[in-house]
């Protein structure tokens, strides 16, 4: 119940094109849903995040959809770039402190 | 400094050999976390100190496991007798509030027991 399914494992998608990247949770408790952005060598960063009480989160490109009904939230990047090929995990809390991780997606960007 | 800091950045040690894993915070950040991060792997939570109050370590995989953190500011994680599945990147992360979803990593130290 504590787990977090992300999907697909890895993404290739052209230059301009979009990104979707899904993640599926089971724990109604979850009550914030963020997506982070890891570059090789690096620490994960913040990228986007959402509450359950909003369907849609945009910030620039990058757009999280949440289906609460469904139990699953996505990230879309629109007009994907090169500097945009990473690796993405969705997350999840309850409370305070504790995210639950997915296993993540590399992304790479054609150009 | 301007970032969490982590040393060593890597780390290559023999099976059965101690290692001490260091992360120097954010100044003013309370709340500190470890997490270990297998090969295509998402984050594992290891654990958390915020302020004053006791750890929980409920993420610790085994008694081999410990971590401590002096002044309220750097963190050592120890690893003791290592083992090959220890072999990760060991992240550490620090944030105000104990809010982790606002939490900044620092770059990780690559374990590698042989």
């Known amino acids: 119940q504590q787990q977090v399914k992300q999907s697909p494992q890895s993404l290739i998608v052209q230059k301009g094109g979009i990104s979707i990247i899904n993640c599926a949770y089971e724990?109604?408790?979850?009550?914030?849903f963020p997506w982070y952005q890891q570059f090789p060598g690096k620490g994960p960063a913040l990228l986007i995040a959402?509450?359950?009480d909003v369907s849609e989160k945009k910030e620039g490109r990058f757009t999280i959809s949440f289906n609460k009904s469904a139990k699953q939230f996505s990230l879309h990047i629109m007009d994907s770039q090169p500097g945009d090929s990473a690796t993405y995990f969705c997350a999840a809390s309850k409370g305070n402190y504790q995210l639950i991780w997915g296993a993540g997606t590399k992304l790479i960007i054609k150009p | 400094g301007a970032g969490v800091s982590q040393s060593p950045s890597n780390k290559v040690t023999e099976k059965g050999k101690d290692v001490e894993l260091r992360c120097d915070p954010i100044?003013?950040?309370?709340?500190l976390y470890w997490y270990r991060q297998s090969l295509g792997q998402g984050l594992e939570f290891l654990i958390y100190?915020?302020?004053?109050?006791?750890?929980?370590k409920s993420g610790l995989p085994s008694d081999r496991f410990s971590a401590e953190r002096t002044g309220g500011s750097v963190s050592t994680l120890t690893i003791q007798r290592t083992q090959q599945e220890d072999s990760a990147v060991y992240l550490c992360a620090s944030s105000f509030w104990g809010d982790s979803t606002e939490a900044f990593f620092g770059q990780g130290t690559r374990l590698t027991v042989v």
């Open positions: 100044s003013g950040h309370t709340a």
């Open positions: 724990n109604t408790a979850f009550d914030y």
């Open positions: 959402i509450r359950p």
């Open positions: 100190f915020q302020g004053n109050s006791a750890p929980d």
